[in-house]
Nanobody, 121 residues
Framework: VQLQASGGGFVQAGGSLKLSCAAS????????VAWFRQYPGSDREFVSS???????FYADSVKGRFTISRDNAKDTIYLEMNSLKPQDTAVYYC????????????????WGQGTQVTVSS
């Protein structure tokens, strides 16, 4: 499974960004897909995940601000990020696994490259 993340950038606090994670064709459909973020010197932190049937999970720090969605026909998931804060600044990664919806990044088998999100105050 090849994952390609995109959509990061620079935005002012209170602004919005939408990340995308595209998978190699036909590989996404039975997988749980998640977004993690990583601060310098830290482990990857769970942000959100979405199961094949559409059930979603969020870290408390992003609930009400971020929305994860998936388009199975396009093998793509999205992370819409609103009301961004400087503490959201990190490298964001998408990841996938079968049968696990939790927050432990070590359980995820497939990873895309990171995309940098920078939020200025």
């Amino acid at each position: 499974v090849q994952l390609q993340a995109s959509g990061g950038g620079f935005v002012q606090a209170g602004g919005s960004l939408k990340l995308s994670c595209a998978a190699s064709e036909g590989t996404f459909r039975r997988l749980v897909v998640a977004w993690f973020r990583q601060y310098p010197g830290s482990d990857r932190e769970f942000v959100s995940s979405i199961a094949w049937i559409g059930k979603t999970f969020y870290a408390d720090s992003v609930k009400g601000r971020f929305t994860i969605s998936r388009d199975n026909a396009k093998d793509t998931i999205y992370l819409e990020m609103n009301s961004l804060k400087p503490q959201d600044t990190a490298v964001y990664y998408c990841a996938a696994v079968q049968g696990y919806t939790g927050s432990d990044y070590l359980k995820y088998d497939y990873w895309g490259q990171g995309t940098q999100v920078t939020v200025s105050s």
